[in-house]
Nanobody, 123 residues
Framework: QVQLVESGGGLVQAGGSLRLSCAAS????????MGWFRQAPGKEREFVAT????????DYAESVKGRFTISRDNAKNMVYLQMNSLIPKDTAVYYC????????????????WGQGTQVTVSS
């Protein structure tokens, strides 16, 4: 099993920045791609970003492209999401996810999930 724990969420004003972190533990050798998803109140969980094991390939939702950056440090079993130019529509619970295969935008493709961290952007 793999355990994922997110941190770094909080309240920020529009235009501000936050950096989310996700720490993986357990059978981390089984992890390949990792991703970030988010769920706003009353909405379905949606894809935000994903990164391959070697960090060569990344993919972003159109709504965050150019503002968010996903990265990882395999030696530390960490994945990050740098969020800049935040807008109120970014308000959501952000979830870290991991899978043993390559990158994917699909929620059902991920085997492991964290508990989420709340990000609130005020106008």
């Amino acid at each position: 099993q793999v355990q994922l724990v997110e941190s770094g969420g909080g309240l920020v004003q529009a235009g501000g920045s936050l950096r989310l972190s996700c720490a993986a533990s357990g059978r981390t050798f089984s992890i390949n791609a990792m991703g970030w998803f988010r769920q706003a109140p009353g909405k379905e969980r949606e894809f935000v970003a994903t990164i391959a094991w070697n960090s060569v390939y990344t993919d972003y939702a159109e709504s965050v492209k150019g503002r968010f950056t996903i990265s990882r440090d395999n030696a530390k079993n960490m994945v990050y999401l740098q969020m800049n130019s935040l807008i109120p529509k970014d308000t959501a619970v952000y979830y870290c996810a991991a899978r043993p295969a390559g990158v994917s935008r699909l929620m059902r493709a991920y085997d492991y999930w964290g508990q989420g961290t709340q990000v609130t952007v005020s106008s």
